[in-house]
């Protein structure tokens, strides 16, 4: 049984709509990622956490922002969907340097 | 930069062979090593991780680290069709967590 989060699973949305995913986790983990990654291509990291109130952006460039309030809680909001933002997001966790338990992913398709 | 390759395939192996998967990376100073499994379609799900020079088996999976060499590799025996994935090399050593490498499509063959 997973023990991260993710909803929705698919999301159909308009173009210019404001969006949030959401992202839960009941390990305790303290960090926290959001990957991006189009059907058969590798993953790109968009923002990460060490903890709480703690974000930072990863390599890809993303039009997306993130918060940390609470540690079990790492949401991804698009304030002005694209047609370029169709893609799976996935977030994962982590305990310390061990290695990141994914949940089941979203995936999102700009019209 | 960081760096983990993976040749990305397809490889494709007869049922019941042994499956062997390799990982390079450029971060001497890495220390951790992951083995991810992602069928099309899904999240990725831990299959192996490995912390030091050698071998580390379970089940019908093994890792390999060769630390000087800069190399990780996975072994599968016994292949099943079910087995039949892309599998991410990643590597821990930077503040920004893991390193992936691109992955390798894996086909087994019935």
């Known amino acids: 049984e997973a023990d991260i989060y993710q909803t929705p699973r698919y999301l159909v949305i308009g173009t210019g709509k404001k969006i949030t995913l959401e992202c839960s986790q009941t390990?305790?983990?303290?960090?926290m990622y959001w990957y991006q990654q189009d059907p058969g291509m590798e993953l790109h990291l968009i923002h990460y956490s060490y903890g709480v109130n703690s974000t930072e952006k990863g390599d890809l460039s993303s039009e997306s922002t993130v918060s940390r309030i609470r540690t079990e809680h790492f949401p991804l909001t698009l304030e002005s969907a694209r047609p370029s933002h169709t893609s799976q997001y996935l977030c994962?966790?982590?305990?310390?340097?061990?290695?990141?338990?994914f949940g089941s992913g979203t995936r999102l398709t700009v019209v | 930069q960081k760096e983990v390759e993976q040749n990305s395939g397809p490889l494709s192996v007869p049922e019941g062979a042994i499956a062997s998967l390799n990982c390079t990376y450029s971060?001497?100073?890495?220390?951790?090593f992951f083995w991810y499994r992602q069928y099309s379609g899904k999240s990725p799900e831990l299959i192996m991780s490995?912390?030091?020079?050698g071998d580390k088996e379970d089940g019908r999976f093994t890792a390999q680290l060769n630390k000087a060499s800069q190399y990780v590799s996975l072994l599968i025996r016994d292949s099943q069709p079910s087995d039949s994935a892309t599998y991410l090399c990643a590597v821990n050593g930077g503040a920004d967590g893991l390193t992936f490498g691109k992955g390798t499509h894996l086909i087994i063959q019935p």
């Open positions: 971060d001497r100073g890495s220390q951790s």
């Open positions: 994962a966790s982590r305990a310390g340097n061990y290695g990141y338990t």
């Open positions: 390990m305790g983990h303290d960090k």
């Open positions: 490995i912390y030091s020079n």
